[in-house]
């Protein structure tokens, strides 16, 4: 409700797709890889908006449009912090800050390190290793390269009609924020076994014909053929949150709780998978 409150999204599927990803924040060290959010439009579309509102319910977030690469390899060693990060223009020269592509270009799946010089108790350099997997969600108007984007999930924003929800501003000190991240730490303690179950469930099914047998059995409307256009990559990054999808959708209570939305289609992992195959 809080994602419809604030931003008009001209897809309704959006909305189930936000907080999908929100709730999927707390658990992404279940999954083997997490897609980064890349949001993107012309001005005045709701991008830094959208970053806003994820920073008020996704996991230990931290918003800013200026961190450098120290920081972030901190922020994530140490807190599994959800970065959101803001006008990213200089992601679009890759030269001009290689260290935090890299960063960006191998933080998406769990196990990926990096290694840097630091000084030890005695001042000696030394190298230390940092990971680097967390959930990410990036923005700006100029776009991103094509190696990152393959990285995300991508959502292009088109100025709304509503003036109502368009002039309302983010309230980061509105007390149900913080009810409702109190409500996903509960969730992800409560939870986490069933979730990780539905996500291990994808990566046994490795044969197109058994995927879709499960997914039918959820009420998708998909076919073999829909699936031959999700390439190895994209089942990779989306897997996570058709997982939540399917848990969410075999919970129809925690389902209208925790991913209310707008006029989705009949199921929320037919929602999922139908934003999927059209993005392939």
Request: glycine fraction near 4%; aromatic fraction near 12%.
């Amino acid at each position: 409700q809080q994602w419809k409150g604030l931003l008009d999204f001209v897809d309704p599927r959006e909305y189930a797709y936000q907080a999908l990803w929100s709730v999927g924040t707390y658990l992404h060290h279940l999954f083997n890889t997490f897609p980064y959010e890349y949001i993107g439009g012309v001005r005045r579309v709701g991008k830094s908006k959208t970053l806003a509102v994820q920073s008020c319910l996704a996991f230990n977030a931290i918003f800013s449009d200026n961190m450098s690469s120290a920081s972030l390899y901190r922020l994530i060693q140490n807190a599994k912090a959800t970065l959101l990060i803001d006008e990213t223009e200089k992601l679009s020269n890759p030269e001009r800050c290689q260290e935090f592509r890299s960063l960006l270009l191998g933080g998406y799946k769990k196990g990926t390190r990096v290694y840097r010089v630091e000084k030890n108790r005695k001042e000696q350099l030394t190298p230390e290793p940092f990971e680097i997997y967390s959930p990410k969600a990036l923005a700006n108007i100029n776009g991103i390269e094509d190696v990152l984007e393959d990285r995300c999930k991508l959502t292009i924003l088109k100025r709304g009609r509503n003036s109502t929800i368009l002039d309302r501003e983010v309230d980061f000190e509105n007390p149900v924020w913080a009810k409702l991240r109190d409500g996903l730490y509960r969730f992800y303690l409560s939870y986490w076994r069933e979730v990780k179950a539905c996500y291990e469930a994808f990566n046994v099914l490795s044969v197109r014909s058994e995927l879709v047998h499960l997914l039918n059995d959820h009420g998708c409307q998909v076919t073999e053929t829909d699936l031959r256009l999700l390439t190895g990559r994209e089942l990779e990054i989306w897997r996570p949150i058709l997982a939540l999808g399917l848990f969410f959708d075999s919970q129809k209570v925690l389902s209208s709780k925790y991913t209310s939305t707008l006029n989705a289609p009949s199921t929320l992992p037919d929602s999922i998978l139908d934003a999927m195959v059209e993005l392939a």
